[in-house]
């Protein structure tokens, strides 16, 4: 009944929030939810907006698309990443470390599938939502922290999209190994129907403990879900989902408003999860909130650790 009521009632606020003179990376932002944040970002006087897309030439007519839209050429560039390929993460973060300043970040890009395939040794869905997702977002953390000690007056945003089925995942793995990434990356135990619940679900385990890590005062960091939205991320869902979107979800531009919430909110959305664009704990699952979720979180962060150190020693140490 709470899906229901904040899909029909509640309508993220249109965002007015100056981004003037900012430097912001949105990933996925060739289309969807990513590409209407760029759009509103460029509309809102962001300096640079870095679109992180695997398609280069759709991020280019994307960028084109929003450059036309809002009569300001020259603020969006197209990088490449592929989040399902560590070298690529790897080789972006870097990328993005290098920039001059960089205010806020969008880890957006997602992918939600069926079919059980292997990318890095772990289930694609597992490696491009939850661990290449978590490293970048520990690749960029110097630099967002740096931009906050530089300019005074801005205070970073790292901020993750997630998604409210993170409380439809039944994770019980957790409790019969110390590795339940690679547990669930076994495809005799992959239960891909429930794969991209899951897939949110650790990352907000994970994202949580990323903030408890880190000093909201250096960087903000948040969680953001959008709602059920237009884009084209249900490709593979039947009819059902369809019928459902046709009633209940927001449009694609509607939706990308709870983004820019996710990085213009004050410390109080630090480790907080948002949704419909306010700061909302009590809409996170019983399960993140009760003693075996702290137990799950703990393992997974360790899983993550062990998984990250050998691709990129020391990676830690960003924190
Ligand atoms: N739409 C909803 O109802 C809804 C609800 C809750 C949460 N969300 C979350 O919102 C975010 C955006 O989703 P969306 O609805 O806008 O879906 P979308 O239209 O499918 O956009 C997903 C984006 O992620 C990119 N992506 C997928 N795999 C990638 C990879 N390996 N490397 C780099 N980029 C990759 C896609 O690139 P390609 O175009 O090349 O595939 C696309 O740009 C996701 O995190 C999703 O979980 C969406």
Redesign the pocket.
Known sequence: MAFVYSQLFVRPTYPTRSFDGQTVLV????????MEAARHLVRLGAARVIMG???VP?GQAAKEQIETSTGRPGVCEVWE????SYSSTLAFGDRIAQLPRLDGAVL?????TRTFQLAEGHERTIT?NVINTLLLGLLILPRLKATGQEFPMIRPRLSF?????HAWAEFTEWKDTDTPMQLVSDPSQARMQERYPLS?LLQVLLVQELAGRVRGSDVIITMV?????H???AREAGWQLYVMKLVL?RSTEV?ARTLIAGIATGLEGHGAYMTGGSVDNTSLSPFVRSDEGDLARGKLWKELLEILEPIRSGIMQNI
């Open positions: 990933t996925g932002a060739n289309v969807g939810l990513g897309v695997r398609n759709a990443v592929d989040l399902a957006n890009a997602a992918v939600a491009v999209v997630v998604s409210g089925v949110k879900d959008p709602g059920l939205c884009s084209s991320l979800a939706g």
